[in-house]
T-cell receptor, first 108, second 114 residues
Framework: AQRVTQPEKLLSVFKGAPVELKCNYS??????LFWYVQYSRQRLQLLLR??SRESIKGFTADLNKGETSFHLKKPFAQEEDSAMYYC??????????FGAGTRLTVKP | ETGVTQSPTHLIKTRGQQVTLRCSSQ?????VSWYQQALGQGPQFIFQ???????GRGNFPPRFSGLQFPNYSSELNVNALELDDSALYLC?????????????FGSGTQLSVL
């Protein structure tokens, strides 16, 4: 079955500390993976996608097909990074399969 | 540039009733996807509309149906409401040809079924 697993519902770090939000996927095809973010009182928005190999707001994510993972990382967390983060997998039928999300809190 | 707008923002219905939710896509977008988000869960794909035709469907029963209009706005209709239909319903628009990865979401409609 195609699914996305985010094992941590809550993650708390101090400002300036590294942060890693975990994402594992299950998919038999070639995966297209994304991270979406929802800041407080804002709508869900795209943060980054693996095919772009981009860094947005200091965040990066590397697709590891061997471990079926797409963890989101940032070397130095900022308070404005506090948000809900969703990992998502694009399927062939235009379905975007989302994980349950991780709430990141960056403490001062 | 006008973003994705959804109406109403909140809705309360009783079991067995029918509901219609509305979505206006972002300017220039011709594809609309609908998602259901239960409390504490990620969004779950209901279906997608492209050029007024259903263009993919998730694991939802037929009582969930939709429409897309020539101006690319869309409706989600749910018949015979059940208590488990209580959720946040999100609409997302995108531009076909870029795949469904660049989704632009609305703020959602919070549906409560009593």
């Amino acid at each position: 079955a195609q699914r996305v697993t985010q094992p941590e519902k809550l993650l708390s770090v101090f400002k300036g500390a590294p942060v890693e939000l975990k994402c594992n996927y299950s998919y038999s095809g070639s995966p297209e993976l994304f991270w979406y973010v929802q800041y407080s009182r804002q709508r869900l928005q795209l943060l980054l996608r693996h095919i772009s190999r981009e860094s947005i707001k200091g965040f990066t994510a590397d697709l590891n097909k061997g471990e079926t993972s797409f963890h989101l990382k940032k070397p130095f967390a900022q308070e404005e990074d506090s948000a809900m983060y969703y990992c998502a997998l694009s399927l062939n039928n235009n379905d975007m399969r989302f994980g349950a999300g991780t709430r990141l809190t960056v403490k001062p | 540039e006008t973003g994705v707008t959804q109406s109403p923002t909140h809705l309360i219905k009783t079991r067995g009733q029918q509901v219609t939710l509305r979505c206006s896509s972002q300017s220039g977008h011709n594809t609309v996807s609908w998602y259901q988000q239960a409390l504490g869960q990620g969004p779950q794909f209901i279906f997608q509309y492209y050029r007024e035709e259903e263009n993919g469907r998730g694991n939802f029963p037929p009582r969930f149906s939709g429409l897309q209009f020539p101006n690319y706005s869309s409706e989600l209709n749910v018949n015979a409401l059940e208590l488990d239909d209580s959720a946040l319903y999100l609409c997302a628009s995108s531009l076909a040809g870029q795949g469904n990865e660049k989704l632009f979401f609305g703020s959602g409609t919070q549906l409560s079924v009593l």
